[in-house]
T-cell receptor, first 118, second 118 residues
């Protein structure tokens, strides 16, 4: 069974600080996908990134960066120079290979509420 | 690209009413759509997977007769909450995915529907 743990329930930072959101996952599959989604107060989920299990390269997109480490089953997300508009709930999610008939369903972590104060 | 529209965004109705929520992929064909439920300050829980032209697959514990899903076209899936009661009040959010049934593409989410049953 797959599981995603986001141990940080809430994080509060001051604008311009860097912040890292942790994500630890469990899966028995060797092929899987990891995702991060952002949910602002308005409710919609915004797709941020997808990473497959064979690609451990870290990725940077503007102020966002992701660190994928299979050795520790972690897929952490860092926001550099945070801004008030980054305030949202961030979800890490996992989908396993479809070989088990999972249809690539997403399993979400419980989310981390990030508040960036001016 | 990959825009998903969900309607209505907010519903308030009396107990015993049936409520229909629509999920449309606006600029792509979605063989598979997913329906989630989210309680306040909690994660998304998958309710069912909807494949175009076939019966939906419900997650354990989700009542099929309570939550009717129809995926009649490649751009539209509907969720009908039948005889809704206050405990059905929640945030319902759909997602759609490009590619076929076994696609590993990211899910793109609608804006969600806040359902309040009085």
């Amino acid at each position: 069974a797959q599981k995603v743990t986001q141990a940080q329930t809430e994080i509060s930072v001051v604008e311009k600080e860097d912040v890292t959101l942790d994500c630890v996952y469990e899966t028995r599959d060797t092929t899987y996908y990891l995702f991060w989604y952002k949910q602002p107060p308005s409710g919609e989920l915004v797709f941020l990134i997808r990473r497959n299990s064979f690609d451990e390269q870290n990725e940077i997109s503007g102020r966002y960066s992701w660190n994928f480490q299979k050795s520790t089953s972690s897929f952490n997300f860092t926001i550099t120079a945070s801004q008030v508009v980054d305030s949202a709930v961030y979800f890490c999610a996992l989908s396993e290979d479809n070989s088990g008939g999972s249809n690539y369903k997403l399993t979400f972590g419980k989310g981390t509420l990030l508040t960036v104060n001016p | 690209g990959a825009v998903v529209s969900q309607h209505p965004s907010w519903v308030i109705c009396k107990s015993g009413t049936s409520v229909k929520i629509e999920c449309r992929s606006l600029d792509f064909q979605a063989t598979t759509m997913f329906w989630y439920r989210q309680f306040p300050k909690q994660s998304l829980m998958l309710m069912a997977t909807s494949n175009e032209g076939s019966k939906a697959t419900y997650e354990q514990g989700v009542e099929k007769d309570k939550f009717l899903i129809n995926h009649a076209s490649l751009t539209l899936s509907t969720l009908t909450v039948t005889s809704a009661h206050p405990e059905d009040s929640s945030f319902y959010i759909c997602s759609a995915r490009t590619g076929g049934i076994y696609s590993n593409q990211p899910q793109h989410f609608g804006d969600g529907t806040r359902l309040s049953i009085l």
